[in-house]
């Protein structure tokens, strides 16, 4: 198994052993049911020994013998337990163990930085690939999972402080109509005028019947080069999905404006994500939209504010920027299907929002469709989808999802909340839509 020790590549010499194959001559690691089985036997052997643990293997139940073991195996069963993380840090503290700690199973890239901040000297990585991304992710982290030596709060905490907020006896959770409560920002856009609504639902009703017969490349050329040149921007979240309208935009104006929305609590595999697509297809328009700070300071001085009023959270870091984007635009396009579910089980191509057109191309697109579009183009996948993320926004609010979930079970999971609102605010709701 290839390793990454002390930030440098390394070749690893110990092997792993499973409680009933014969003993390596060489360095070996033995589960912890081996070491209490085999001990005596063990301990006769003239090589050095290893000791793997479970997450659910405390080192409490071995600290007496840690100083048998050159090298103590931390398994990460999912990315999701935190428990191998206390392990390292009760090695290294409450037991000062001096020898190697290693991690090994579910690791995030992300994860790296903590796990050195805990002691951890190696990391076992699937294969040389890996290794050589993890190579140059350390000065990359924005993500944090444990607590260290500094005084950020670490990802599980978070997520603890969310699901703590989730209860309903919390009389301060937020609904969605709990966002009214706080007024907009001195600058927030202007409403559309009932004129310039009515202009962009006669357009979606006219585009139906001129443009309802072409395909999803073909239909953001027309809006692209015809009905909207120099008036129109991309809205992309460079999630699982992301690549293929982008693609298809890069293939009609590489120029085109793609307005990617960094809330400031996005995994920083997202972010690595749109810096490898924005080289790889040549997008050379691409505005990182932030929210604004004074409005965070204001509303979220502790970035917590999704544990307890997710909407508000999602308003200032999402809905908020996206309008100010959105201003100078007439139309936008976006990556939302019906297949994804829920409210965008009827999602139309066309629809009018908030006086703007709004196309969304790959509305009837199945899966299968999406992932056929991904090999024949040689377009690379969001690396957290191979983690069992499906569907990805800011790491607070995005989980795993299990097999036969739907797409989004992973989003704001146990809130009564599905979507982020850019596309539900009142000033969003369509006037007119057109399925085609
Ligand atoms: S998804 Fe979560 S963290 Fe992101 S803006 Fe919405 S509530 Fe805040």
Not at 71 to 94: I, M, N, W
Not at 112 to 138: C, H, M, P
Not at 165 to 176: C, E, G, I, N, V
Not at 282 to 287: E, I, M, R
Request: aromatic share 8%; glycine share 8%.
């Amino acid at each position: 198994m290839p390793l990454i020790r002390d930030g440098n590549l390394a070749l690893d010499q110990w092997v792993h052993r499973g409680d009933d194959e014969p003993l390596a001559d060489g360095p070996t690691i033995v589960s912890l049911d081996r070491w209490k089985r085999d001990r005596a036997a063990l301990l006769t052997r003239n090589a050095p020994l290893g000791l793997r643990l479970k997450s659910d293997q405390a080192p409490a139940q071995v600290a007496a013998d840690l100083g048998h073991f050159s090298v103590v195996a931390l398994e990460f069963p999912t990315f999701k337990d935190g428990r191998p993380f206390s392990y390292a840090k009760l090695l290294r503290d409450r037991y000062g163990y001096k020898g190697e700690v290693r991690a090994f199973g579910h690791i995030l890239r992300d994860q790296y930085l903590f796990l050195d901040r805990l002691g951890v000297n190696s990391i076992e990585v699937k294969d040389e690939k890996q290794l050589r991304e993890w190579k140059t992710a350390l000065g990359e982290f924005s993500v944090f999972y444990q607590p260290g030596v500094d005084a950020r709060r670490p990802a599980m905490a978070l997520r603890r402080q969310v699901a703590s907020a989730l209860k309903p006896s919390r009389p301060d959770f937020d609904d969605l109509t709990r966002v009214a409560d706080v007024p907009p920002p001195a600058d927030a856009p202007p409403a559309p005028s009932p004129a310039r609504i009515a202009v962009a639902d006669a357009k979606v009703r006219a585009f139906s019947h001129k443009y309802g017969h072409l395909s999803a490349p073909k239909l953001i050329a027309a809006m692209i080069d015809v009905e909207f040149k120099g008036n129109i921007a991309l809205v992309s979240s460079f999630g699982t999905e992301a690549a293929v309208l982008l693609h298809m935009v890069s293939e009609i104006d590489r120029n085109l404006p793609v307005l990617f929305l960094d809330t400031q609590k996005l995994f920083g595999e997202t972010l690595r994500y749109r810096d490898q697509l924005v080289g790889q297809l040549g997008l050379s328009n691409v505005q990182t939209i932030r929210p604004d700070a004074e409005r965070v300071k204001e509303l979220d001085p502790n970035g917590m504010l999704f544990s307890r009023r997710a909407n508000l959270c999602c308003q200032i870091r999402k809905v908020e920027p996206l309008e100010r984007a959105l201003h100078p635009y007439d139309a936008w396009i976006t990556g939302r299907k019906r297949y994804q579910g829920r409210r965008r089980a009827v999602l139309p191509v066309i629809e009018a929002a908030g006086g703007r057109v709004k196309i969304n191309p790959l509305a009837g697109w199945s899966k299968d469709l999406l992932d056929e579009y991904f090999l024949e183009h040689g377009l690379p996948h969001h690396p957290l989808e191979a983690e069992g993320f499906l569907s990805i926004g800011c790491m607070p609010c995005t989980d795993r999802v299990a097999p036969g979930e739907d797409m989004r079970a992973g989003r704001w999971r146990g809130q009564d909340k599905d979507e982020c609102g850019i596309h539900e605010t009142p000033a969003a709701q369509s006037l007119t839509s057109s399925g085609l």
